[in-house]
Structure formats: structure tokens, C-alpha cells
């Protein structure tokens, strides 16, 4: 029908061209090859003539070819035509078709936010859900909306949308499967992500476990092919806590949760799955005491013979040392992309190791804590702040530990070369690190030591800091990690959990529109070849970013809601809206733990993990003390000087400057 009415009017649009030819210059009139010895003058005369005018015809003929045919694709071209129908009409149908947003409907237990949309009529299948909407047909209104040739018809609906925005445990988990008895995947990510902020795993699993039961004896609420559906997704979402999520479970030696749940549920496939978790703890444990075992017996007989040496008995690279540390390293003499590369390896394992769900109970403080009670561990999230730090304090004692000026603003020219390195690695918690050692007050008030750094490397760290500074805006930043996510996405398979997380919580960080520092763009731009095919990105990023915004969520919504606003005293409902955002961040973070994967050409470098560890570190008075020791703080008024030279007291003395 679409190839009739481009035939029609290609048809109209030559029958109304009846303007003339038009000759243009490259269009030549073609040489006619007489031999004119053998024609007389009259004869050869009038064949020149007609041979003219045949050309002419056959010109005016072409020309009037080539106009038709730029007629037809310019004036009214047949594929602005198909794009018109076809891809703008899509995007206004789109565009319509947005929920939009009604009102909310409280019932019991649960708060509802209602939508209305509008959708094509489609022949009736199996639904399957694939979003966190519940939806509910209100009322089906037929339009007709005839082309121009008045033959196609088309049908539209519109539904209302129920999406939860609070409720108690058991109407979240009730809401896991639709009244389809599809799995809801978005929402039992968003509540297998958060659940840990208003409830623990035990609590979890006896509800999902007492909605199974519920659902287990014949009703007639549900069809008997709803009801084995509504079954087999909640035993579906089980088994996903226990694949995605089995750290909830690590509770050694007795493992409580776990042995639980294998008591309790009827499903063969949980029930297997739970006993092979259980085992796997059991092996790892006692791998664990063997090693341990092993280890303390080496340092014994290590100790006995006075060999300090230290043999590697974990898989965590926070921990460990190297072995060729006999040899010291001059840090100018090392390859600053050696450095870069090394750094990025650390980050690369510490992020691959993150539990997402720890950054949403990460606080400021804690830290503190745990450092108060040595017996406890450190979170996953801790160790990538450890490292973070642990880069920050280096670079300023490198720099400090130098006391010639030269020399010190050769080694702030070797970091600001590691931090472009860096960048071109794509490793932005390192970057970001050395960027606030070199911008921290103790090192960026040492002015005759900056004039000696290259204008060249100060113009390189003003670019660099006007993106990832800790006092830039950070929307170019965000717009930078946001097009790395976009890219890491297309080159995720299709069934990765990583890629329909990131689908299904982040589908909003599709399109950057945020435009990068032109100059600086240029410099890390490189050339790809054509039909080259996508590979995973390696990318690390700033941490500290994320988990801000994390905070920000935290603080503008609260964990509770009460069903009746007016009575403070009513029943209070777990804010489900409020996971819903954070579970957006968190599916981002995973996805960028994919992309850790993407470092397979980086080697670790032994000496290297021994170098950074026993570099001297200083505390932020000590660094202070050596940067007045360089550069004296003057203060014009003299009587602060000499009340500043009257009092050891290194309060006064030691007071940090503004950069």
C-alpha cells in the first residue's frame, strides 16, 4: 500500500513538471566524428544541423530526467516522506502515549500512584511483566484513524497503571508477581537490593515463604494456570536471592538463614539450590581454617629462622605485599604509566569486590567505628575509601618528602602526567585522588614551587581540575560517566544481569547532552576504524560521586510514610519510591563492576604493591609543618606574626590555607 501511493505520486510529480529544460554547463554536447572529405559542403551543413538538434533533444530529454528525479527526492523526496511517517510519527505517538500522572489511591496497607496511558490494541497474548506497573484496564475507547486512502483502522486503549510507592513487607513481596502470576523482574531487583534498610534477610524469606503458602491451596480468587505461574515465580525469586545475593546468607558456622529456609520451603528447585549453597560455605570455610592453619605454621618457623619475609595467603589484593622490595625505588625513575596502570589494577579488583547494597548503609562516621574495634572487618566500600585515601596521602608525601624546589616540581609534573594517564584509562578514582592531593591547601600554596612546573602540565591540570576537581560542578563529570555507561551497555550480552538491571532501573541515562571541555576533548579524542567491532570499555569510576548521591536520596526522602498524612500516629508504610531512586545508582555501580572485567591486558606488577606500601605517609599536621618549612606563611599584620612566633603551640602555626 506504501509502495501504490510513492507510485502515484511519482506519476503526479511528473505530469505537473512543465517547465523547460534546463542545460547545465557540466552536461557537454557530444562530438559527432564526420569525414568531411567525402560530404559536400550543402550535405555536411545539414547533417551538422540535424546532428545538433538531435543532441539538443536528447539534452533536454536528460535534463528533464535529472530534474524529475531531484524533484522527487528533494522537493518532495520519497525517504523524508518514509522518515516523516515513520520515524516522527512514531516519536509523537511515543511522545503521547507517556503515562501520565493521576493521583494517588491509598488502600489498605499500600499506597498507590495511578498513571493513565494510552495503547495500541494489540491481539490478545500471555502478558509478561517486565516493570515495576501493575496495571488495571479502565476503559477501552476505539478510534479510527483512516490514512488517505481511508482503508486501515486502528484500535486504542487506555489502562490505568497502579505503581506502589509504600507499603508493608507483605504487600511488597504480594506485589513480586502481577494478578498474571508474571515475576515483576524490576521490582524484586529494587527489593532484593534495598530490603536491608528496614528489615533483615530472615524476615525476608519467612514472607516471601508465608506468601507461597497463601498461594499453595486452590481458591477462587486465581485460575488454577495463575496460581502454578504465581507459584513458580516466587520460587524463581529465591533462587535469585540465593545466586545474586548469597553474601546475605554467609552467616558461619551454623549458617542459620540458610539452613532455615532449606527447612522450610517445598520447592525441589529451592530446596537444591539452598543445599548446594550450603555445601559451597562449608568447603570455603574449611579451605579457609586449612590455609589459615598453614599460614600461622610458616610464621613460625619464619620467626624461628629471623627471615621477615611475608608469604600471601588471601586472593584479596587490598592486602597484599610483593616480593621484590630488596631494590629501593626512585619514584622519577619509574614510568608514569607503569603507575597509572598498577593504580588502576587496585581500583579495578577493589570495585569488582563492592557490594552495591553497602553503600546505602555507608555513613560518614563509620570509619571511625571500626577502626575503634579492630576485630571487625572492613566493609567493601570501606577498602575502596582506604585506597582512595591511601593515594591522596602518597602523592603529598612524595611531594613534601622532596626539599630541592626543582626537583619538587618535577615530581608534581611526574603525578599530573600519572593523572592524565589515568584519565586516558578511564580510571577516575585515582584521577580524582591526585587531583585533590595536588590541589589540597599543604601543596598548592607552595608558589615558588609551582613556577617551576611546565606551563604545558599546569595548563593539563586546569583542565583536569575544571572536570574532576572536588571544587568543580561535576556536571561534565557526570556527563563523562554517564556516556561510559551508555557505551558499557551496548556491549553487554543481551542476558547479563548487569545489562537488564541497568535497563530496567537506569533507562533515563540513555542521552548525554552535557558538552565537554573542548580543548581537553581533543586531546584524549582517538580515531576508531570503521565497522570495528565493540568491545567491553574498562572503566573505574569515583566512587565518592555515587555514594553522594546516595546521600542526597537519603536525605530528601524519609524510610516511612504514614498511610493517613494528617495522623503522625497512623500505621507507617516502607517507602518504596524512596528504594526505587536509590536503586537507580546502585544498578549503575553494577554495571561499571562489569566493565572492571575489561583490564585483561594489565599485568600486577610485584614490586610495585611494596613501593606504594612502604612509602612514608605523613598526618595533616605533619604535612602542614613541612609546608611552612618550604614556604613560611607571612601574615602582613605584625603583631599576629610575632604573637604566631610567641606561641609553640601548633595550633596557630598549623592552620590550614584556603587554595
Not at 515475576?183 to 524476615?203: E, G, P, S, V
Not at 568447603?283 to 586449612?290: D, F, G, V
Not at 599485568?603 to 605517609?617: A, G, T
Amino acid at each position: 500500500m506504501l509502495f501504490d501511493e510513492i507510485a502515484s505520486e511519482n506519476e503526479y510529480n511528473s505530469s505537473e513538471s512543465t517547465t523547460p529544460p534546463i542545460l547545465h554547463s557540466s552536461l557537454s554536447t557530444p562530438v559527432i566524428d564526420t569525414h568531411r572529405r567525402s560530404w559536400s559542403p550543402i550535405s555536411l551543413r545539414s547533417v551538422e544541423n540535424q546532428s545538433r538538434q538531435s543532441s539538443i533533444e536528447d539534452l533536454c530529454l536528460l535534463n528533464k530526467f535529472v530534474k524529475d528525479v531531484r524533484t522527487s527526492f528533494h522537493e518532495k523526496s520519497i525517504f523524508g516522506q518514509l522518515i516523516q511517517r515513520y520515524c516522527f510519527g512514531n516519536h509523537n505517538r511515543q511522545n503521547i502515549e507517556q503515562p501520565q500522572f493521576i493521583c494517588e489511591e491509598r488502600q489498605e496497607n499500600a499506597i498507590f500512584k495511578i498513571y493513565l496511558k494510552r495503547l495500541r490494541q494489540k491481539p490478545s497474548t500471555s502478558s509478561e511483566s517486565s516493570s515495576s506497573f501493575h496495571t488495571l484496564v479502565d476503559d477501552q475507547n476505539e478510534q479510527n484513524e483512516s490514512s488517505n486512502n481511508g482503508q486501515s483502522a486502528l484500535l486504542y486503549s487506555t489502562i490505568k497503571i497502579y505503581q506502589l510507592k509504600a507499603g508493608t513487607i507483605e504487600k511488597i513481596v504480594e506485589y513480586l508477581t502481577n494478578k498474571h502470576g508474571d515475576l515483576d523482574t524490576t521490582h524484586m531487583h529494587i527489593l532484593f537490593a534495598t530490603y536491608r534498610i528496614y528489615t533483615n534477610t530472615k524476615i525476608l524469606i519467612d514472607t516471601i515463604l508465608s506468601r507461597y503458602q497463601a498461594v499453595v491451596p486452590a481458591s477462587l480468587d486465581m485460575t488454577e494456570d495463575v496460581r502454578q505461574k504465581t507459584l513458580k515465580s516466587l520460587a524463581t525469586a529465591l533462587i535469585c536471592l540465593l545466586t545474586a545475593y548469597k553474601e546475605d546468607f554467609y552467616e558461619p558456622p551454623y549458617y542459620t538463614t540458610l539452613s532455615h529456609l532449606l527447612k522450610q520451603t517445598t520447592d525441589i528447585d529451592v530446596q537444591n539450590q539452598c543445599q548446594s549453597l550450603l555445601d559451597r560455605f562449608i568447603n570455603e570455610e574449611y579451605i579457609s581454617r586449612l590455609d589459615s592453619n598453614i599460614y600461622t605454621c610458616t610464621q613460625d618457623i619464619n620467626n624461628n629462622n629471623n627471615n621477615n619475609s611475608k608469604y600471601l595467603h588471601t586472593d584479596d589484593i587490598y592486602n597484599q605485599k610483593g616480593f621484590d622490595y630488596n631494590t629501593p625505588r626512585n619514584f622519577l625513575e619509574m614510568s608514569h604509566v607503569v603507575i597509572a596502570e598498577q593504580l588502576t589494577i587496585f581500583d579495578a579488583e577493589l570495585l569488582k569486590c563492592v557490594l552495591p547494597h553497602e553503600c546505602l548503609t555507608k555513613r560518614g562516621n563509620s570509619n571511625k567505628g571500626r577502626r575503634l574495634n579492630s576485630n571487625h572487618p572492613l566493609s567493601t566500600v570501606d577498602k575502596t575509601i582506604e585506597q582512595f585515601n591511601a593515594v591522596v596521602n602518597r602523592v603529598v608525601a612524595i611531594i613534601l618528602t622532596e626539599q630541592n624546589e626543582q626537583t619538587r616540581a618535577r615530581i608534581i609534573e611526574k603525578w599530573i602526567d600519572i593523572a592524565y594517564e589515568c584519565r586516558k584509562l578511564k580510571n577516575f578514582s585515582s584521577l580524582t585522588a591526585i587531583l585533590n592531593a595536588l590541589l589540597s591547601g599543604c601543596i598548592y600554596r607552595l608558589n615558588k614551587t609551582w613556577s617551576h612546573v611546565n606551563i604545558n602540565y599546569r595548563s593539563i591540570l586546569n583542565e583536569l581540575k575544571n572536570i574532576f576537581g572536588s571544587c568543580a560542578d561535576r556536571k561534565q563529570a557526570r556527563a563523562i560517566l554517564d556516556k561510559q555507561l551508555d557505551e558499557i551497555r551496548l556491549t553487554l550480552p543481551e542476558n547479563t544481569v548487569a545489562k537488564t538491571q541497568l535497563h530496567e532501573g537506569t533507562a533515563k541515562y540513555v542521552d548525554v547532552t552535557t558538552t565537554i571541555n573542548t580543548t581537553f576533548d581533543k586531546k584524549l579524542r582517538s580515531k576508531k576504524p570503521r565497522n570495528q567491532k565493540q568491545t567491553m570499555i574498562g572503566t573505574v569510576p569515583y566512587l565518592g560521586l555515587y555514594l553522594s548521591d546516595l546521600t542526597y536520596i537519603d536525605s530528601a526522602h524519609d524510610n516511612y510514610i504514614n498511610i493517613n498524612e494528617n495522623d503522625k500516629s497512623s500505621q507507617k508504610l516502607i517507602n518504596f519510591e524512596k528504594h526505587r531512586k536509590q536503586f537507580e545508582i546502585l544498578a549503575q555501580i553494577k554495571l561499571f563492576q562489569s566493565a572492571a572485567n575489561a583490564y585483561t591486558t594489565l599485568q600486577p606488577l610485584s614490586y610495585f604493591k611494596h613501593w606504594f606500601d612502604n612509602v612514608q605517609i605523613y598526618t595533616d599536621a605533619e604535612s602542614w609543618e613541612l609546608s611552612y618549612q618550604f614556604e613560611p606563611k607571612t601574615i602582613e599584620n605584625p603583631d599576629k606574626q610575632q604573637k604566631l612566633l610567641d606561641d609553640p603551640s601548633p595550633t596557630n602555626r598549623l592552620r590550614p590555607l584556603k587554595a
